[in-house]
């Protein structure tokens, strides 16, 4: 038998479940407000740079973090890891680029030596920016204007703010060393000439004399410069890569027959010391423009060719000079230095067409590469190389890629050399070719056809070899590859654009050719 309740007592049992609810409530705000509390805690001290520092062991990091501008700032402001390396605090993706890269962090300090990175490769451009965020630059530096801003500074900041979001510029690719100084590094006007990195201060008199087909050491008179040419033999080989070929590209075929005369090529790709030698002698700084050098004149003395202006920064990226490939021209310039050099030694001096290219590659082979290896055991494209290491037992000997490279160019003794003598075929740099690029040129090819130039025109040319940082797939003897002239430039903002060096691209240099000696072709070196 149920008892119905009295009002007093229903007032009694509401009041005893409001002060539950309080209560409740109470302690809900309570454990809310601890969360709260503890949630911000957790996020202020996974924000400091002590945290940061305690998963991210590098020696080098905390003191070049401590040199650059970013800590020793004229506002006295110091600029720490999270406000680079995050996007800007409080946003969305600032906590989902936080737990992301906390949780990779933490696997990596618990499963990694550190001891085993390649901090070297770490500090080039190319993963800069994947670990750099521009929104955070422009977070904190919201006036690109400042008072104290050089007229130099002034232009590139309004060509940056017109072009950011059609050309894709990103705030470090002009300022690398704001947030870890690098004393080799350098963002203004080049002035003065490099010193040589060669002991023999001697100056040549005379180019080498060349009396047989045979390899020989050229010397540039007026310089201490020489460089070793190696005598390619004439023969056939088939230009191109078969359609089952691993990697293949539809632009390496059809394959053809091709025929190659004998010629010259560089043992190494043209070095800073050759590169600097000839803009000592040619830098157009308040010289004739070449345009005008060579309107008027078919075939200049060597003195009156006019060569690069000054670059910004330096074109060898802090890595080194000497020995180390000559990067960052233009295939304009790569053209001027050959005519200079051809004038210094009085012998015919250009740029490879593509089939003399790939003819010296191979070196009288016709697989995938060169040397010994399967692309596709030597890649590391495909799902089986999470579990699998690529096999680098012979590719490692002949080739800078981006398996050994550190992210930066390597000195010719990094490798062996191809059965025609030539070093750095593949990889290192890219190289440039005479010819203008086509994608179906091949296709216009007959077979037998001897020493082919390429279409007659177009808008952008060859280049063959591959990159440090590429991987064994794009680096086959059949691999082929185009200048990106405009994209090579988005971040150069002089105007009209350098016609000298590329700003964008720190991968591309060039390999001389010498035709063979003749009566006919061998003129009187000038300035000697």
Known sequence: MFLKRTKKEQSAHKGIGRKKLIWIIIAALAVGSSITIGLNRIYIQSSSDEYCQSCHIHPEADKSWKLSSHHNSKSGVVTGCTECHL?????????????????????SYWTKDSADFDWESKKQLEHAVTIV????????HKQLFPSRLTQEGITAHLYYEENEEKLDLQCISCHLDVGHYDPNYQHAQMTGIPTSDKKNDTLYTAAATVTEFADFTETIPGTAVSFNMKAIP????????????????????????????????????VTWDQYWAFYAETMSEGRTPPAVVYANNSNPEADAISGPTPPFGIPDQGWGGGDRPAITMTHYAA?????WLSKKTGKKYRLPTEAEWEYAVRGGTQTPYFF????KKLSDKGFWRKFFDADTAYIDRYVVYSKNSQN?????????????????????VLEYCSDWYAEDAYSKLTDGVTD?????SGEEHVVRGGQYFDDASDLRSAARGHTEHDKWLKTDPQ????????SDIRSIGFRVVCEPITTETQTTPTNQ
Request: proline share 11%; net charge negative; hydrophobic share 25%.
């Open 452 to 456: 082919p130039k390429g279409p007659a």
């Open 133 to 140: 965020y521009n929104e955070s630059c422009k977070e904190c």
């Open 87 to 107: 996007p800007p605090h409080g946003s969305f993706d600032y906590f989902k680029a936080k737990a992301k890269t906390g949780l990779k962090d933490l696997w």
């Open 408 to 428: 930066k160019t390597q000195e010719p003794s990094a490798v062996q050399a191809n059965p025609f003598g030539l070093k750095n075929m593949l990889g290192n």
């Open 372 to 375: 010994e290896g399967n692309p």
């Open 335 to 339: 053209e001027t230095f050959c005519q």
């Open 234 to 269: 004439g023969g056939s080989f088939t230009m191109g890569s078969p359609e089952n070929e691993p990697f293949r590209r539809e632009d390496e075929g059809p394959t053809h027959t091709v025929n190659i005369s004998p010629f010259f090529m560089g043992e190494t790709e």
């Open 495 to 502: 105007n009209p654009k350098s016609i000298w060096w590329y």
